[in-house]
């Protein structure tokens, strides 16, 4: 629903995401903001905030393979790994450019990822949610059998002197604004997606594949395309991670998580792009703040020991998640979707 007396008289204007001039400003004064914020911001929120950047690209993946095209997956963090490992190879080892590099490591996690999208074609549900947690115990079994050699083994992979156009990625803010300048790119790639004839195969195979197939979707690729897709953006994001941090090893990505990745995703909503971005800023800064709150709360009950404190934290990020589920199971989206549809609206109640 559009604000009284906002229409359109053609097609490229009805499907625009930009819509009013309002919309306009408050887009152009948030990227305004997230482009100054590195000149006065304390290192700990640069930090914090391309950690939110990277970790948003890989739940925008997951949007489109699991909002949008309806397959369930849980082996997210380990194509995250996987393009981690891929990039950290060409880097560290073949020596090569860092934007080459991240390219590379989506198209491996892409390639990972297409293997698990040929079982989705013959199966859904429970089983394809089992198929999915394989590949997170495959990942694992690659990297630590594997030659040291090839990718480090236990140890992991640790590459230096990293630099972009001449400029080193040793500090945060630089890799801050690399980390923002890829989201921006994926995201605006990622609404190109579900705004085309793919993005309406996807929709149309999440709510009845039976239907899809009926209607002339070939059903089969668009499931791989999904997970292609969905692995190509959590191998960008992996790759990133490690430009970000100069080291990989396996206990970076571990199937919890993926639970967390598909947790911003709830929370912010299914099939919503700004809904995974809002999540993904909700749970992370939740996480950080039960960084900030643990030594306190140690020090405050030191009997209770540090092991405990930090359970029950994690407890309580996943009781957030299962209210979640309970009361708001569409996601923030929803929610906001309404209220805005009810102040454009008042007034009048109907």
Request: hydrophobic residues 60%; aromatic residues 12%; glycine residues 12%.
């Amino acid at each position: 629903m559009d604000p009284s007396g906002i229409f359109f008289t053609g097609y490229a204007a009805d499907r625009s995401l930009v819509r009013t001039r309002w919309q306009l400003a408050a887009l152009l004064l948030l990227v305004a903001t997230l482009l100054l914020l590195p000149l006065w911001a304390s290192d700990r929120w640069v930090g914090i905030c391309y950690s939110i950047f990277i970790m948003a690209i890989a739940v925008v993946g997951l949007q489109i393979c699991t909002g949008y095209a309806g397959q369930i997956n849980l082996g997210q963090s380990a194509f995250m790994g996987v393009g981690a490992y891929a990039s950290a190879v060409a880097i560290g080892y073949w020596h090569w450019p860092v934007l080459p590099a991240i390219a590379f490591g989506g198209a491996a996690a892409a390639g990972f990822g297409a293997l698990f999208g040929l079982s989705a074609a013959r199966i859904k549900g429970f089983y394809l949610a089992l198929t999915t947690i394989a590949a997170q115990a495959l990942f694992q079994f690659l990297v630590l059998n594997l030659p040291a050699a090839w990718l480090g083994g236990p140890g992991g992979v640790h590459i230096e002197n990293i630099a972009i156009l001449g400029v080193s990625l040793e500090n945060d803010r630089a890799i801050y604004y690399l980390a923002f300048l890829v989201l921006a790119v994926m995201l605006f790639g990622a609404f190109g997606i579900v705004r085309s004839r793919h993005g309406r195969a996807f929709e149309a195979v999440r709510d009845d594949d039976v239907a899809a197939g009926m209607m002339g979707i070939d059903v089969m690729m668009a499931k791989m395309r999904a997970f292609l897709v969905g692995a190509f953006y959590a191998g960008v994001a992996g790759s990133l991670w490690v430009v970000a941090l100069r080291h990989v090893s396996v206990e970076q990505f571990t199937l919890f998580n993926s639970i967390w990745i598909i947790a911003m995703m709830i929370v912010g909503g299914l099939g919503s792009l700004v809904g995974a971005l809002i999540g993904t800023v909700l749970i992370q800064l939740a996480k950080e703040g039960v960084v900030t709150l643990g030594p306190y709360l140690i020090e405050v009950l030191p009997a209770v020991g540090q092991d405990f404190v930090f359970a029950s934290m994690n407890v309580l990020l996943g009781g957030i998640v299962i209210l979640f589920l309970l009361f708001e199971p569409k996601g923030l989206m929803h929610r906001i979707n309404i209220l805005k549809g009810a102040f454009r609206r008042w007034p009048f109640p109907y």
